[in-house]
């Protein structure tokens, strides 16, 4: 797979990223039996395989699970961790009896959270860390102060945000003394605002790189994919299986190339747990979509014609 630099960061990935979410195969990580482990390692070597080398976690996968397994899989073959290019994130604190579901980017839930997932990993340091959701209460010095904190003890190489509003990202980038390089954001034919919200002309503007999250929506826009009969998503998905036919790829590969096209260089990150689908995902790289038919496919998405 071509590879391609993050931001402004020295750090050189492949032109798609492998998204670990969906790995353990449950949100409990109580359930991750021997099997569910076998299937999590196997979706990992067949995106090793494809040549995929940013691999995307955050620390509620599977509350930590998803990183856990990626950790005894680098434990046992460490020789993976040359082509690893390891995020995660933190933020995101599901509720309990206690407290409510909520963000936190305090100072105190940064370092630890940080410390929680170099444990799970396996690893000395995180290569990019991502704060996952804006939380309404962000004090920008804190987090920048944190950030300082993880940089100086060599925990953490690069920062980056996640779900940002431009507005967000500048409040923080003002604070903070190293560049964000990721965005991280839901982008694709079925959810369009990034596009028309400013948020990838700020990437543009500042070299952010955009990293699309559910890039195939969660399964839908991906080969086989289906929505309920009669739906208006069922034009995109045959405007896309035009497209696919006459590129010779899969509807997997036209949704992820359509991403590709855009100049903001947006990353998709791969959510399959499938081995075979994360090969034909990565197809994509090296497909480069027409003028015309990246419009036609828009179109089609946004359900109405351009003024
Ligand atoms: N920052 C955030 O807020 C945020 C939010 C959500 C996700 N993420 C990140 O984004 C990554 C990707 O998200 P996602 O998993 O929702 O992405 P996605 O690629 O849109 O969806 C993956 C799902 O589509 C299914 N699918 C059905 N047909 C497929 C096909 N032909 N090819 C490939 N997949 C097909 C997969 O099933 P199979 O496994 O059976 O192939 C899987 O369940 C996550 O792993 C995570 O790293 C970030």
Known sequence: MNSVQLGKSDLTVSRLAYGCMRIAGTWNPKEITPEREANGRAALLAAYEAGYTLFDHADIYCAGGCESIHGRLLKDSPELRRQTILATKCGIRFGDDKSPHRFDFSKEHILWSVDQSLERLGV??????????????????????????????????????SNFFPNQYDLLAQFVPFPLVVN????????????????????????????????????????????????????????????????????????????????????????????????????????????????????????????
Not at 140 to 161: D, M, N, S, T
Request: charged share 25%; net charge negative; hydrophobic share 40%.
């Open 124 to 161: 000395e340091q995180i290569d990019l860390y991502q704060l996952h959701r804006p939380d309404v209460l962000m004090e920008p010095a804190e987090v920048a102060e944190a950030f300082e904190i993880l940089h100086r003890q060599g925990k953490v190489k690069w920062f980056g945000v």
């Open 184 to 307: 991280q954001l839901e982008m694709h034919l079925g959810y369009l605002d990034p596009f028309v919200n400013g948020t990838t002309d700020q990437c543009q503007a500042r070299q952010v790189t955009p990293l699309a999250w559910s890039p195939l929506g969660g399964g839908w826009l991906g080969a086989g994919g289906k929505v309920p009969e009669g739906d208006k998503r069922e034009k995109i998905l045959e405007v896309l299986d035009v497209h696919a036919a006459k590129y010779g790829v899969s509807r997997t590969v036209m949704s992820l190339a359509w991403l590709m096209r855009h100049p903001s260089g947006i990353i998709p990150i791969v959510g399959s747990a499938n081995p075979v689908n994360i090969a034909d995902a990565a197809k994509a790289d090296g497909i480069h979509l027409e003028r015309d038919d990246w419009y036609r496919i828009y179109i089609s998405a946004r359900g109405r014609g351009l003024p």
